[in-house]
């Protein structure tokens, strides 16, 4: 387990970060957000005003921020030059930007070669919509998880504190439709994952289900 990677993709709500960061917890390993890097990423754009539908300029600024995340499974952290960004990065203008910046080139590379510095020798479960097929398509486990649309929205407006399920549910298919028809790094089921749509289980369920697979593999 010291130096394994385990690969955890699907689109937005679908449990990836709640599933991923018990399979940690359980099992002693680090865990790593690619999304709140993402994130990170846009909110830098953000706050230098970068017109976010010129992918150029943003391509020119993806090499400037400095992004940090910490690999603490139960207090994960992520700061841009310094800054805490955790609790920005989950706002609705970080939300509503994110994934066409996401789509550009120079911003999946600069953020690649980051993730594979932390990854380094393994012992970590990664998430993201690219792990599998791009990041680490060498890892041993690959989950792809899926949910209802109707599930993921509802699960998601619960975090957000109540926000209507129905506008939720539009954000999260129109975010899932730009990452998964980018050229670069499309979100896809990788070779080799295994899919859990977690639609009808519990948490612990599906966490109770991936430890299995990594035992399996191990
Ligand atoms: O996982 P989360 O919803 O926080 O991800 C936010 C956005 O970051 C996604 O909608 C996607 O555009 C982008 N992303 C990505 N590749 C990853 C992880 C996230 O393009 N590996």
Known sequence: LATIVIAMDGPSGSGKSSTSRGVADRLGL??????????????????????????????ALAGKPLIASGTDPLAPTITVDGTDVAEAIRGEAVTGAVSPVSAVPEVRARLLQL????????????????????????????????ADAAARAARRALEEGG???????????ARDKIDSSRATAPLTMPE?????DTTPYTLDEVIAQVVALVEAAT
């Open 163 to 173: 926000t209507d399920a129905a506008a939720v549910e539009a954000s999260l298919l």
């Open 192 to 196: 080799g994952a295994h899919h859990i």
């Open 115 to 146: 993730q594979r510095e932390i990854i380094g020798a393994g012992g970590i479960v990664v998430e993201g919509r690219d792990i599998g097929s791009v990041v680490a398509p060498d890892a041993p486990v690959k989950v792809y998880m899926t």
């Open 30 to 59: 680090r865990y790593l957000d690619t999304g709140a890097m993402f994130r990170a990423m846009t909110w830098f754009m953000l706050e230098q005003g970068v017109d976010l539908t010129d992918p150029a300029a943003i391509a």
